[in-house]
């Protein structure tokens, strides 16, 4: 079973809906991210979380946004959906206590914004 | 502003060959340096990672060289095999953790 697990793994939604990508982690990490990758541009932070009730904003938070519902769950929102959130989305935890910091990642939800 | 710039946006590479990617950056107050390994379909996975009080680091046919007076580091792959071909980012970050800056990837082809 796969330590990160997102869902959905493919959403095709159309603009202005909005839509939940949820993550959930049995990994026992407090810190988890939400990042975006697109073509060219490689990934860029969305939202990070280093404890359940800590929640900050990352490089391109604007359309987005989180809820850490447990250490376990971090979900990522788009409130109202637009062409351009069309990208590959990626949830990962980390653990501080491991000396150089190692992001595990899951295995991405594809969103397609028509 | 991309504070991380890396190159070649994609690599072809016969077997056995080496490939070598090559990032540069902008803040000075960088002190962790990764390079993830993507295959397709799956999230990104740490290859290998260096801080800059060494100037390399070599994990098997991995190695990374840094250097910080050009504020620059590569990945150099030796003996490349197919198994190799994945997408490659290099990273940046200071003192927060997974907070990381991603370079724009290199997509590695290394053909038989």
């Known amino acids: 079973d796969a330590d990160v697990t997102q869902t959905p793994r493919n959403r095709i939604t159309k603009t202005g809906k909005r839509i939940m990508l949820e993550c959930s982690q049995t990994k026992g990490h407090d810190r988890m991210y939400w990042y975006r990758q697109d073509p060219g541009l490689g990934l860029r932070l969305i939202y990070y979380s280093f404890d359940v009730k800590d929640i900050n904003k990352g490089e391109i938070s604007d359309g987005y946004s989180v809820s850490r519902q447990a250490q376990a769950k971090f979900s990522l929102s788009l409130e109202s959906a637009i062409p351009n959130q069309t990208a590959l989305y990626f949830c990962?935890?980390?653990?501080?206590?491991?000396?150089?910091?190692?992001?595990?990642f899951g295995s991405g939800t594809q969103l397609s914004v028509l | 502003q991309q504070q991380v710039k890396q190159s070649p946006q994609s690599l072809i590479v016969q077997k056995g060959g080496i490939s070598i990617i090559n990032c540069a950056y902008e803040?000075?107050?960088?002190?962790?340096f990764p390079w993830y390994q993507q295959f397709p379909g799956k999230g990104p996975a740490l290859l290998i990672a260096?801080?800059?009080?060494?100037s390399e680091k070599k994990e098997g046919r991995f190695t990374i060289s840094f250097n910080k007076s050009a504020k620059q580091f590569s990945l150099h792959i030796m003996d490349s095999q197919p198994g190799d071909s994945a997408t490659y980012f290099c990273a940046a970050n200071y003192n927060q953790g997974g907070k990381l800056i991603f370079g724009q990837g290199t997509e590695l082809s290394v053909k038989p």
């Open positions: 803040n000075t107050a960088f002190d962790y």
């Open positions: 260096i801080r800059p009080d060494v």
């Open positions: 990962a935890t980390s653990d501080p206590g491991t000396g150089l910091e190692k992001l595990f």
